[in-house]
């Protein structure tokens, strides 16, 4: 019977996803994707990992276990630079460590990623495939490119950027609570993914001393914003080192430049109302300020 692949839809697949199933679909092999993330899944994960982990891990710590006994093969790419010599976080290097412990190590295909993508998917291809070429076709079909949204500020009242990890932010209930939250009080919402990469990968000023690549570009997407927009929401998950780093810098600054500055930090314990309350309040100083 053909092998399976399990992935999971947490952390990178937020960014990379559509890159790998498309580069499994290519390549014809077989390939299982975890659920939109629900309460069984964070439980499962909650359940399973440290207390001490962020909830972003305890989520991808669910998918695994999810998949676990569906799959042959769970891929957990271990993507140290995803570009130039900027980390991902640790805690995202460590998974594939955390799978072997979940799952044994025989069932864990973990390609190391430094910047070059193509060799490890290639070298990945040959342990299902003996052509090379349809190895090479399938990377290059899979690799589209990503269209950016064309903003436009000048016509809109109203206006907020919500700044967070993708994986924190494409999530339904999340989606709902946040974006949900600032569009019912009348604001346009802007995220940093709709930003193109040249703004995010930006290495002027501080930005320049910051060697997480996520890091870095929350910041370039924290200075892009804060002349354009009329207020900033940056929402993080507790236990999140880097992000209460960055989230420290933005709320300085926001400060100096008068620019209006939420923070939430959630975990498997915060409520949606508590969220929606305070963003509700923020909103309403906003619009104070505007005299609206
Ligand atoms: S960057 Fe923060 S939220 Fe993301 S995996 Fe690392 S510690 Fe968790």
Redesign the pocket.
Same mark, same amino acid.
């Given at each position: 019977m053909k092998k399976r692949i399990g992935i999971i839809r947490a #952390?990178l697949y937020y960014r990379y996803g559509n890159f790998f199933i498309n580069f499994f679909k290519y390549l014809g092999i077989n390939y299982l994707i975890s659920p939109e993330t629900n309460k069984e899944l964070i439980d499962l994960g909650v359940k399973n990992s440290s207390s001490e982990?962020?909830l &972003? #891990?305890k989520i991808a710590c669910g998918h695994l276990l999810y998949l676990k006994d569906k799959v042959d093969y769970l891929f957990i790419p271990k993507i140290i630079y995803p570009y130039e010599k900027l980390y991902t976080? &640790?805690?995202?290097m460590g998974l594939p460590t955390i799978a072997w412990y979940f799952c044994g190590k025989k069932k864990i295909i973990s390609p190391t990623i430094k910047r070059n993508f193509f060799l490890p998917l290639f070298f990945l291809g040959l342990k299902f495939k003996k052509n090379p070429f349809k190895i090479i076709s399938a990377y290059l079909k899979a690799k589209e490119k990503k269209e950016n949204k064309k903003l436009s500020f000048d016509n809109e009242k109203l206006k907020v950027a919500i700044l967070s990890?993708f994986?924190?932010i494409y999530n339904k209930e999340i989606e709902d609570i946040l974006i949900g939250t600032f569009k019912k009080e009348g604001f346009s919402v802007y995220l940093k993914d709709d930003l193109d990469e040249k703004i995010l990968r930006k290495k002027d000023g501080f930005a320049k001393n910051i060697r997480w690549a996520?890091e870095r570009e929350l910041y370039n997407a924290f200075k892009y914003y804060s002349d354009k927009v009329d207020g900033i929401c940056f929402f993080?998950?507790f236990?999140?080192? &880097?992000?209460s780093l960055i989230g420290e810098m933005m709320a300085k600054e926001a400060k100096e430049k008068k620019i209006p500055f939420l923070t939430i930090i959630f975990d498997e314990h915060s409520g949606k109302e508590g969220m929606i309350t305070r963003i509700e309040a923020f909103c309403e100083m906003i619009k104070k300020k505007k005299s609206l």
């Open positions: #952390l982990v962020c &972003p #891990l976080c &640790p805690k995202m990890h994986y924190n996520f993080f998950s236990a999140c080192g &880097p992000d």
